[in-house]
Each structure stands twice: as C-alpha cells, then as structure tokens.
C-alpha cells in the first residue's frame, strides 16, 4: 500500500485502483477509511483511483496532534497528496462527508483542480439544518426494515445527546444503515458492516470538532469557483435530499446535477452501471 508524507510529517496511505487517467478520492464517513469505496461501481475501468485514508484510518498513522483530524486541516493532505501525485491539476472525488473537505479545497486550490465530482455531499458546512429529510425518512415507510431503523435512528440521536461513547453507539448506527441504501439487500448489508469495521472513531468525532466556519463566507466564496463541478444525488437519500444537493448545484457557478433514482446515501453501491456511467462521461467531457 502506497504511502507519503503528508504536511505535518504524519503518513498517509492510498489504494490505487484501475488504470487511466487519475482521480483522486476522498471518503466520507467523516474519517472512513477509503475501502469502503470499492471501485466505485467500476469506474475503475476507465480511471486510475486514488482512494486516500483519512489521517488516524485505514493505513494511515494517527497524527501527533488530535486537532489535524478536523476537517479544514485535511484540506492541507489533500494538497500535499496532489503535490506528492505529482498532479499540476487533478480530477477530485469527494463522498459524503468528504465534500466537507472539498469544498474548503476548492475556495483555496481551485487553480489545482480540473474537474469535481460531489458524490452525496454533506452539506453541514453550509446549512444550520437538511432540508427535507424528515420527509425523506418517511418516504421509506412501506420498507419491512422502518420501524426498526427508525428507532435505532431516534436512540442513536438520544445517545449522542448524552455523550454516549462509540461502542454503544455503533450498532444503532448500523441497525440504521438502510436509510442509506436504496435497497436493503445483503450485498447493502455487508457493505454496511464493513464501514463499521473500518471506522476510527477520533478521526471521526475529531473532523468537524472545534471547525469554525462561517456559513455566508463560505457560501460566496464556493458562488467564485467555476471549476466544472458534478453533483451527485440520490433520489431516496435523507441528507442530501436532491433539494437540498439542487441547491449546491445553484450555489456553484459551473455545476450540473444527476438524480440517480434508485439511489440513496450509496449511489456507487445501488446503481453501480449508472454511478460510473454518469462520473465518467462528465470527467471524459
């Protein structure tokens, strides 16, 4: 497994799957290890995937300094990844809670970036609260796996309220997970599994811990970056609802948006044909 040196002397490792051109990729989570990404859906075919773990996941080294985990400092291992690439620009790919990351790249490298894909972006950077999402919860509610989602998703909220550690935390998420997936087969369960298996739960809890961004500021500086931007949402995810990723794709001055409608949180994982199909025509464009 590839490594480097990132701006703090912490190292950091990479999967490289694929052949062609590069794209660089960043996990959500926040602070998943890479593998979850799979090969994203057989993009991999016609890309060379850069899959990066997060500092403190993966194979990666818990950094000497616990606030680094926090997600307008990983902007700085990005850039020192696309240096250590030797990439002048770089098609960039950011899942979930990695847009986070992405987006505060993009107001300071945009100069560095060719094309961004938003694959499911959080949006906490740049919205107090979703919108729609209690909606979209609902919207599930003929599934056999509601009601038992749906209170493992009310105890999960009860449980972070009272600063309830990982441990009892980590299966109300999972028994969650099929809000995520646009259908709870056994291929979505074992891949849910598996992110849990491979979570850290500082990096985690450390990315947004003590971020102090300011929404507006935040909002007019994305309004002046015209890299060509794709937006990526599923029909039947929660956060973002595809009203909620239509607005990032307004935000953005050279952004288009793809509703995947079979989707959820996962696009990658419920449409795999359709995920790489709709990533790779945009970046061949």
Known sequence: ????????????????????????????????ASRYLGDLGGLSAGRTLLLLDSRGTGGSAVPADPSSYRCDRVVDDVEAFRA?????????????????????????FAHRLRRLVLVT?????????????????????????????????????????????????????????????????????????AQEHDRAPAAAVGFYAG????????????????????????????APTPEFAHELAELLPNAELVVLPRSSHVPFVDEPNEFAGTVERFLAD
């Not at 250590?84 to 300071?108: C, F, K």
């Not at 009860?158 to 099929?178: C, Q, S, V």
């Open 211 to 238: 971020v102090d961004v300011d929404r507006d500021a935040l909002r007019a500086a994305l309004t002046e970056v015209g890299v060509p931007t794709l937006v990526v949402a599923g029909a039947l995810d929660p």
């Open 84 to 108: 250590h690439l030797g990439l002048d620009r770089m098609d960039l790919l950011a899942h979930s809670a990695g847009a986070s990351v992405a987006h505060l790249y993009a107001t300071r």
């Open 121 to 193: 972006p959080s949006l906490r950077l740049l919205a107090s609260a979703p919108v729609g999402m209690a909606e979209a919860l609902a919207g599930r509610s003929a599934e056999p796996w509601y009601a038992e989602a749906t209170a493992a998703m009310d105890a999960w909220g009860e449980a972070l309220k009272r600063g309830a550690d990982d441990t009892e935390i980590a299966p109300l998420r999972l028994a969650a997970a099929p809000f995520l997936y646009g259908e709870w087969t056994e291929r979505a369960r074992a891949h849910a599994e």
């Open 1 to 32: 497994m590839p490594t480097f040196s990132s701006y703090d002397g912490t190292t950091l490792a990479y999967h490289r799957l694929g052949d062609g051109p590069p794209l660089v990729c960043l996990p959500g989570g926040p602070s998943q």
